[in-house]
């Protein structure tokens, strides 16, 4: 049995992220494959919690706290991601360990220590990357409430995602429609799909996540 194949969207904030997530699931369940969301910052954890009050401005932490915690907070989930994708299930991940290394290295640290903490998670197969303009993202409804969500710091961000850019990346303009984006995105993630289905080596994870 084919292993199931690990979706993830990455974006600056407010690029329509977990709008694509939910409906990228719900069309290939449509279809009849065995899919699950996953969302990083995962927040019901302890870790999770942690995170979301620093998030939201209810708590304080160093920059290189929170960035361990955001990491921690991947970490613990692996092991059960690692298991669903072996059994065939498909995972579509809204943010993962890219997000966490150009957040913080956009505030500052170094972007190989930023790094250091997620080598050897799961690779993605497949990232989609929703590239919105910051100028684009502060006339959608909601920026600014969550902490990271200031001009500056998203446009620093924005451009160390460019750097950050893998060979199994996909850019979608963030610009588009929110149905256009949707049919970019679930047709890359069928081919994909499929692509697993044909392989005759298709058992083996990614587990080189910065590992050069």
């Known amino acids: ?5 690990f979706i993830l969207l990455e974006g600056c904030d407010r690029a329509g992220k977990s709008t694509q997530c939910a409906m990228l699931v719900a069309a290939l369940k449509e279809k009849g494959y065995a ?3 996953c969302k990083f910052p995962e927040r019901t954890t302890t870790i999770g919690q942690m995170i979301n009050a620093y998030l939201t401005n ?5 920059d290189q706290a929170i960035h361990l915690l955001f990491s921690a907070n991947r970490w613990e989930a692996m092991q059960a991601m690692k298991n669903k994708l072996r059994e065939g299930v498909h995972l579509v991940v809204d943010r993962y360990a890219y997000s966490g290394v150009a957040f913080s290295a956009a505030k500052g640290l170094d972007l190989t220590w930023c790094k250091n903490p997620d080598r050897g998670l799961v690779r993605p197969d497949l990232t989609f990357f929703l590239d919105l303009p910051t100028s684009e993202a502060e006339k959608r409804g909601g920026f600014g409430e969550e902490r990271y969500e200031k001009r500056e710091l998203q446009e620093k961000v924005r451009h160390l995602f460019h750097e950050l850019k893998g060979k199994e990346w996909v850019m979608v303009d963030a610009r588009s429609s ?3 984006m949707h049919e970019t995105i679930l047709k890359t993630a069928l081919d994909k799909i499929q692509e697993a289905q044909n392989e ?5 994870l990614l587990e080189d996540m910065f590992i050069e």
């Open 35 to 37: 899919v699950e969301l």
């Open 1 to 5: 049995m084919a292993r199931g194949r």
């Open 178 to 180: 929110v149905q256009a």
């Open 200 to 204: 005759a080596q298709s058992g083996e």
């Open 58 to 62: 209810a708590k304080e932490l160093d």
